[in-house]
Structures are given as structure tokens and as C-alpha cells.
């Protein structure tokens, strides 16, 4: 695990738990580390993020292959054989408002029968002045300016 964000977490994780009897012991590493011994460790913070659709991340870490068996970077080890079908219908569907359904349903099956813990979202925003029009907050914390224009009006 790396970065502040993920170590506070972890230190959080660890007080709570330990009013409940648990006891966590935090071992950071760098990213290298921890993707080579990703299913090694009892319990891991990662980040997946950075992907525009959200089918990329569900293949890449919660999919099973075609054996049955979960993907390289499934770090829980969970399979469902349902959520994977559903999953394979999202990939070939092209209409949003169907894939949005489908999704409702992927996030049921993680809710009900879970592949990870989701403790929180994270939440990305800009400031900009009133002159600023279509800037819009990524996902990954950058700002894009492709589409971005300045208003006549003073602000």
C-alpha cells in the first residue's frame, strides 16, 4: 500500500478494530511489492481507479476466467458465476441505459454477496470562477481543458 491517504485509512481500520478485539498490524509497500504478492497478504488497501469504464476495473479485479477461476488481480479470490454473466452481457452492450441496468445488478450482487469491503468513495471536485464553463472534475484528480471555455462575462 502507498500514499497518505491509504496509510490514514489503514491506521483507522486498525483503531477500530481493535475495540472489537481485532488486532492489525500495517505493513506498507510500494505498488511493486504489493501486486507481486497481491494474494498473499490476509488483507490489502488498493485504489482502482482510472479507467473510463467501469467494465475495464470489473474484469480486471473482480471477473472470473474461463475456468471458473478468478482473474490475475482478484485479490479476494471471490468468483460468482452469475455476476460474471452479467459482467460479459455488459461488455457487448452498447446502449448506456441497458448497461446502466446491468450495472444495478452487478452492484447488487457485490452488495449482497461481496467481493470487496467499500468502506467510502472518494469525492472530486474543482473550484473554478463564474467564467469558466465545462470544466469538469476527473476522476483521477486531473483537470481537462479540452472542452473548457471562458464566459464574456466578469466575475
Request: glycine residues 8%; contains cysteine.
Amino acid at each position: 500500500m502507498i500514499g497518505n491517504d491509504k496509510l490514514r485509512y489503514a491506521k483507522i481500520l486498525r483503531d477500530d478494530a481493535a475495540r472489537a478485539g481485532f488486532k492489525i498490524n500495517i505493513k506498507t509497500m510500494s505498488s511493486i511489492q504489493m501486486y507481486s504478492s497481491i494474494h498473499d497478504v490476509p488483507l490489502g488497501i488498493t485504489r482502482w481507479q482510472g479507467r473510463p469504464l467501469g467494465t475495464m476495473i470489473l474484469n480486471l479485479v473482480y471477473a472470473s476466467d474461463e475456468a471458473g477461476q478468478p482473474v490475475a488481480w482478484n485479490e479476494t479470490r471471490w468468483t460468482d458465476q452469475e455476476f460474471d454473466r452479467l459482467l460479459k452481457t455488459a461488455n457487448g452492450t452498447l446502449d448506456l441505459e441497458e448497461r446502466r441496468k446491468i450495472f444495478c445488478e452487478l452492484e447488487r450482487i457485490q452488495m449482497e454477496r461481496g467481493s470487496i469491503g467499500l468502506a467510502c468513495w472518494q469525492n472530486i471536485w474543482i473550484i473554478t470562477s463564474q467564467k469558466v464553463q465545462d470544466a469538469h472534475a476527473h476522476p483521477m484528480g486531473c483537470v481537462l481543458f479540452n472542452n473548457t471555455w471562458l464566459s464574456g462575462q466578469k466575475a
